[in-house]
């Protein structure tokens, strides 16, 4: 089902971000691999030796031009946007009390002004065509919060609802947009933590392991290729947060 389909992912250099890109490139997608400083080579030639093709775009997409560029240079290059999956983020962790007002800031503009960004540019391609899948890479702390992240939990949690309000806007030509709130993922993100907070969180983990990126794609795959799925938020976080 995704033989040939352009699949643009964000933030794709590293982490989960190009564990979705190899899931796709295994199911023979053309990948739009966007980067921003982290080289992206690497996630090229998996790709490339997955068989699939990979065109690389450095973007911000942050800022509303450059998203733009990104989506226009994927339609340029393979003809179609056919899944958009929003994975850049950042994280600029710090109890609430102390926060300085730029690290609000940023990681606002970051991980939701993004996901508006490429939604914003990518929608009237994928209305026109009457198809598409738009994947907002949101967390579980968007549902239940976390100390010492209230910039980051407020961005995924706004990642939310701008997925249910795309949803209902592109529904009627049949495009979807859902989001996949991962929990505990192993990767450099998560890899800053101190031993002991990780070991607090594993103990909060009813499967008692942490995520992979591979986890998350699985999810995103399904996504992808479910056309009567939308508005949806996919928790892949091991059983942390069950409703
Ligand atoms: P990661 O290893 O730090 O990778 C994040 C990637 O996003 C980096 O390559 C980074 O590029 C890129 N990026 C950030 N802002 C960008 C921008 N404005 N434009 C283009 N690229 C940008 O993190 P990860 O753990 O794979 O996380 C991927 C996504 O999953 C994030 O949205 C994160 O919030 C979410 N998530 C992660 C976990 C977890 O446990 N790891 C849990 C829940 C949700 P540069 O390196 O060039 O800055």
Redesign the pocket.
């Known amino acids: 089902m995704l033989q040939g389909k352009t699949v643009i992912v964000?933030?794709?250099?590293?982490?989960?971000?190009?564990?979705i890109a190899l899931a796709f490139a295994k199911e023979g997608a053309n990948l739009v691999v966007?980067?921003?400083?982290?080289p992206?080579e690497e996630t090229a030639e998996a790709i490339k030796q997955a068989g699939a093709s990979c065109f690389m775009v450095q973007?911000?997409?942050?800022?509303f031009s450059?998203a733009e560029h990104l989506i226009k240079e994927a339609k340029a290059h393979f003809g179609s946007v056919d899944v958009l999956i929003?994975?850049?983020?950042?994280?600029r962790d710090g109890l609430l009390m102390r926060m300085k007002e730029e690290d609000f800031d940023a990681v606002i503009?970051?991980?939701l002004k993004?996901t508006f960004n490429t939604i914003r540019h990518a929608s009237p391609i994928m209305l026109k065509q009457r198809s598409g899948a738009i994947i907002n890479?949101?967390?579980?702390?968007a549902l239940i919060g976390n100390a010492g992240q209230a910039n980051?939990a407020a961005?995924?949690a706004g990642i939310l609802g701008l997925t249910f309000a795309t949803a209902r806007e592109l529904a009627p030509r049949g495009v979807t947009c859902n989001a996949?709130?991962?929990?505990?993922?192993?990767?450099?993100?998560?890899d800053v933590l101190k031993d002991e907070i990780k070991e607090s969180i594993l103990a909060a983990i009813p499967l008692h392991r942490?995520?992979t990126?591979e986890d998350?794609a699985k999810a995103a795959l399904f996504l992808a290729e479910n056309t009567y799925l939308t508005g949806q938020v996919i928790r892949v976080d091991g059983g942390m947060v069950m409703q």
């Open positions: 964000t933030g794709a250099a590293k982490g989960i971000g190009q564990a966007n980067y921003r400083h982290t992206a973007a911000d997409v942050s800022d450059q929003n994975n850049a983020g950042i994280t503009t970051n991980n993004s890479i949101s967390s579980v702390t980051y961005s995924k996949i709130a991962p929990g505990f993922i192993q990767t450099d993100m998560t942490f995520g990126g998350v």
